[in-house]
């Protein structure tokens, strides 16, 4: 199978953009963008996004967790299924590509291959994920967990603000919690599940490239830290009878910046930092910071960790204040598909375009689905590398580009490009 030329890629660009302005109009809140799951807001995306899947001849259901599931269906039954999505719920204050994008570019393939009558030997099933962003329960990837049968039955007791808990919040989206944490998808018929997502990062830009090929998903840990010393007069007592918990905390938080400048492709941040008891005249006795280590090797990411905790011992002890170090998540690197990331790479340049190798520093549904089958990811160049903000930004150009390498990369494993 070859892409046909008749409609072009920046008509379908063209109405994706546009459909993400209209999802981008529904919000929880007048003056900014907030999508959290099973809102009125995410009500309204979802329907708007059924009437798009009816209307290119699919079937589309809410699954029990309020995932939309829609199929095209392949030329013979008992095909095999290739899935491809993302998720239509947001952060706080968000933009309109992170998530959306993804779905409606999946979508506008479909399009394209029904407006031609072209039935791939497989299916495909597009998934619009009802949470990823996990602003309403604090838990990441609620949407595809329950897709591939991984949330767990307690989570269903979690509660929002409001005190709503997550099985209420289901029944209320016309969902069925006991099925969300009782079903996941069958994998037995899967061929892999493709994902496009805007960059989130400044790679793309900065290298003036529209697509990227990603490699991984990088592995995280998140660690909580305390640091106790003594506070004490600003004024009496003298330097060297000192134990400052802020200088200790100051210390270790540059020892952070440069082990990662030190390794390649390694990034670590301390984001948080709370001195106690925080005023101009008193010597910091407490601070609590949090520190967050990633890279996409796992014995890389576990090696600086391990020598982070071991240098904030050192400093700890030559200063005098004690130390408490919290493991609060551990996540290992995800792989795509090296199979299918050689496919991306062959309709990327089929496309003419640079074939950029990028490893994803955000977490996707596709971490979930990796536990299913085999994952593969596009990144889109986002301006300036800018998301979770109102400023992101995509050119109609580069959702083009992302049309036509999902689509080609869909003929090419329809055509047995496809070795495996
Ligand atoms: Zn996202």
Redesign the pocket.
């Known amino acids: 199978m070859t892409p046909a030329s008749s409609t072009s890629y920046t008509d379908a660009a063209r109405l994706v953009l546009q459909r993400c302005d209209q999802l981008g109009s529904y919000s929880e809140e007048p003056d900014r963008r907030t999508r959290r799951y099973g809102t009125e807001a995410m009500r309204q995306t979802n329907e708007a996004v059924k009437g798009w899947m009816l209307a290119a001849g699919m079937q589309p259901r809410q699954d029990a967790i309020g995932n939309l599931v829609a199929r095209y269906e392949a030329a013979t039954p008992d095909a095999k299924t290739l899935v491809l999505g993302?998720?239509l719920d947001t952060v706080r204050d968000a933009g309109k590509y992170?998530?959306p994008l993804?779905v409606l570019v999946a979508l506008a393939c479909v399009e394209r291959l029904a407006a031609r009558g072209q039935r791939p030997p497989f299916a495909v099933e597009l998934v619009a994920f009802a949470d990823?962003?996990g602003l309403r329960f604090h838990t990441a990837y609620l949407g595809s967990s329950a897709f591939t049968g991984v949330l767990p039955h307690e989570a269903l007791d979690q509660t929002d603000e409001d005190g709503v808990t997550l099985r209420e919040a289901i029944r209320a989206f016309g969902g069925d919690p006991e099925a969300a944490v009782a079903s996941g998808r069958q994998r037995d018929d899967l061929l892999g599940y493709c994902e496009v997502?805007?960059e989130?990062g400044p790679l793309l830009d900065a290298n003036d490239l529209p697509i990227g090929v990603v490699d991984g998903i990088q592995g995280q840990t998140r660690a909580a830290l305390t640091i106790t010393g003594v506070a004490g007069h600003a004024g009496t007592v003298p330097m060297d009878l000192r134990h400052d918990a802020l200088s200790a905390a100051a210390e270790f938080v540059a020892a952070v910046e440069q082990r990662a400048r030190n390794t390649p492709n390694l990034v670590a941040t301390v984001g948080q930092m709370k001195v106690e008891p925080g005023a101009s005249n008193v010597i910091p006795g407490r601070v609590a910071l949090s520190l967050d280590v990633r890279h996409l090797d796992n014995p890389a990411r576990e090696a600086a960790v391990a020598d982070l905790r071991a240098q904030a011992e050192d400093i700890a002890q030559r200063r005098g204040v004690s130390l408490e170090w919290q493991l609060v998540s551990d996540q290992p690197s995800i792989e795509c598909s090296p199979r299918l990331t050689m496919l991306q790479g062959d309709v990327v340049a089929a496309a003419g375009h640079t074939v950029a190798i990028v490893s994803s520093g955000?977490g996707?549904?596709a971490v979930m689905m990796a536990a299913l089958t085999d994952i593969a990811m596009f990144f889109v160049r986002c301006k300036g590398g800018v998301s979770h903000s109102p400023a992101e930004s995509v050119a109609v150009e580069d959702v083009a580009v992302a049309v036509e390498v999902l689509e080609r990369f869909i003929l090419l494993l329809a055509s047995g490009g496809d070795a495996a």
Do not use: P
């Open positions: 993302s998720h992170d998530g993804g990823e962003e997502h805007i989130q955000a996707h549904d």
